[in-house]
T-cell receptor, first 111, second 114 residues
Framework: QKEVEQNSGPLSVPEGAIASLNCTYS??????FFWYRQYSGKSPELIMFIYSNGDKEDGRFTAQLNKASQYVSLLIRDSQPSDSATYLC???????????FGTGTRLKVLA | KAGVTQTPRYLIKTRGQQVTLSCSPISGHRSVSWYQQTPGQGLQFLFE???????NKGNFPGRFSGRQFSNSRSEMNVSTLELGDSALYLCASSSRQGVNYGYTFGSGTRLTVV
């Protein structure tokens, strides 16, 4: 079992729809969770981080965390073609300064 | 505020050679991490430095090494290059508290080994 798992996609959604991206992790002791966006040929950029169970909203983005079920999700409301990118889930490994990344989900927003 | 600066942007090396990559973190950031990104494996953790000390190391062979200087700049060295070392090498920095607030990544160094 991989430490951080994401569906590689592509996930295709029409413009204006909600895109839902999911991530599961294996380290029960993990406390910090992150979503990065990576455009083709660019480096990852941080979108959101979440530490507590529940939802965290920032503009069109909502991160959801369920530690009991060991999953993190990212919702993108009113998806735009400019949101088309690969979304990387990252988990800070417990007791370390190391972040484990999933392999990413490729999102395509269709105009 | 300047971002994370990595040099060089592109490198082509021959098998068996060695290479040194450089990273200058955001001013005030003391934690620097290095990752290797390949299409098949995604982002793989190499090592993390804070105040010139390596605090964590990933599962890479000893050919991969790094260091951090007193001004927080960091270098990564790969000796005896292999074809499989071809990848995008990303450096990321964070402040001390920012270790839990995520990274800012540099633009990366694209290494091609021929």
């Amino acid at each position: 079992q991989k430490e951080v798992e994401q569906n590689s996609g592509p996930l295709s959604v029409p413009e204006g729809a909600i895109a839902s991206l999911n991530c599961t992790y294996s380290d029960r002791g993990s406390q910090s969770f992150f979503w990065y966006r990576q455009y083709s040929g660019k480096s990852p950029e941080l979108i959101m981080f979440i530490y507590s169970n529940g939802d965290k909203e920032d503009g069109r983005f909502t991160a959801q965390l369920n530690k009991a079920s060991q999953y993190v999700s990212l919702l993108i409301r009113d998806s735009q073609p400019s949101d088309s990118a690969t979304y990387l889930c990252a988990v800070k490994a417990s007791g370390t300064y190391k972040y484990i990344f999933g392999t990413g989900t490729r999102l395509k927003v269709l105009a | 505020k300047a971002g994370v600066t990595q040099t060089p942007r592109y490198l082509i090396k021959t098998r068996g050679q060695q290479v040194t990559l450089s990273c200058s973190p955001i001013s005030g950031h003391r934690s620097v991490s290095w990752y290797q990104q390949t299409p098949g494996q995604g982002l793989q953790f190499l090592f993390e430095y804070f105040s010139e000390t390596q605090r964590n190391k990933g599962n890479f062979p000893g050919r991969f090494s790094g260091r951090q200087f007193s001004n927080s700049r960091s270098e990564m060295n790969v000796s005896t290059l292999e074809l499989g070392d071809s990848a995008l090498y990303l450096c990321a920095s964070s402040s001390r508290q920012g270790v839990n607030y995520g990274y800012t990544f540099g633009s990366g160094t694209r290494l091609t080994v021929v």
